[in-house]
């Protein structure tokens, strides 16, 4: 037989519901009294117990106590958006026509991540547009060179061909950071850990962008044991290769870039620097390399030299992430016109010598 149920009384419903409420929820009087408010309330305002207190005393931005005085005035509900103690907050304020004396009810949503979200979109889709624009646009312009009979010219022709691999790789980056990022904000980045050659991986890397440091006359020099081992996701292994290598080869005009091993505290760890003789960064830009849709802007520049592709800002930040998502750190170290390296660790085990089977790890 089924228990009798009791339901809670109202003044319970009422305190059940001003607890657990996440928005802002804050009664208040003709005189600005103010007359209850629930915790999210007090957190956002920073006071401890509402009694008898002034709504002055709670908040020194005029626009909500005009907001409310409004309500009063016009028994009229009014909604808007305000800023209040440096949060973007969507304000409803409520007329309480049934209440015993004139009284309003605010509520109060903070949408300040929401707008975060919004403008890093609205920077997106404009980011992306003028990325795509510019290689797609030298594309065009070369390819409509070769057609008005530069593809005749034996001297001419491979430079501009090696000029439209330039853009078709630039573009190849874009859609690369686009997929990971996707990836990553659905939480579908699973990462297969396997025992692997550091070196050869790095190596593989190395010579799918020779090309790129050649058309820039850099040197590309691999300092490092015949051997690595390491646990790490192939597949995202390279993509941090590709992304630093790249972006050292970008940002170089003169001399080239190395990448080496570096000692660390850590014994279970293996440290990594790809380092180059670029025009570095100022303490600023080391500060928020890492951020997703940072661009270093055109003061990283040598002797006039202009990138002309800055990227859409996520090759680092995505970066970050898969080094992270090993147990690794990343991190870089640089300074105006003297280089920049960038340093990750990854897993490992210990460094073989020329003498240990291949087959002892996968090596493929």
Known sequence: MAKNFSPPSVSARYAAIMAHQTDAIVFVDDRLRVLDANPAAKKIFGVETPSDESLLQWVSDAPLIDLT????????????????????????????????????????????????????????????????????????????????????????????????????????????????????????????????????????????????????????????????????????????????????????????????????????????????????MSAAQQQRVFERFYKIDTARTRDGFVAEHTGTGLGLAIARHIIEAHGGKIWVESEPGRGTTFFFTLPGDEILTEGMLDDEFDDD
């Not at 309500?71 to 440096?86: R, T």
């Open 69 to 280: 005085r409004q309500v009063f005035d016009s028994k009229l509900e009014i909604v808007q958006q305000l800023e209040l103690n440096g949060r973007v907050m969507r304000v409803k304020v409520v007329p309480l026509e049934a209440h015993p004396f004139p009284a309003v009810m605010l509520l109060l949503r903070d949408v300040s991540e929401l707008q975060r979200l919004g403008r890093a979109r609205r920077d997106l889709v404009a980011n992306i547009s003028h990325d795509l624009r510019t290689p797609i646009t030298g594309i065009q312009l070369v390819a409509e060179t070769l057609q008005n009979g530069a593809l005749k010219d034996k001297k001419m022709a491979p430079l501009l061909l090696d000029r439209i691999l330039d853009e078709l790789e630039v573009l190849e980056q874009i859609n690369q950071e686009l997929m990971d990022l996707s990836l990553i904000e659905s939480g579908r980045m699973p990462l297969k850990l396997v025992r692997c050659n550091l070196t050869k991986q790095v190596k593989k890397t190395i010579k799918r962008l020779k090309n790129q440091a050649q058309r820039k006359n850099l040197s590309l020099e691999i300092d490092l044991p015949p051997k690595i081992r390491v646990l790490a996701d192939k597949g995202m292994l390279g993509r941090v290769l590709t992304n630093l290598i790249h972006n050292a080869i970008k940002f170089t005009e003169k001399g080239g870039i190395t990448v080496r091993t570096v000692p660390t505290a850590d014994t279970g760890m293996v440290c990594l620097a790809v380092a180059d003789t670029g025009v570095g």
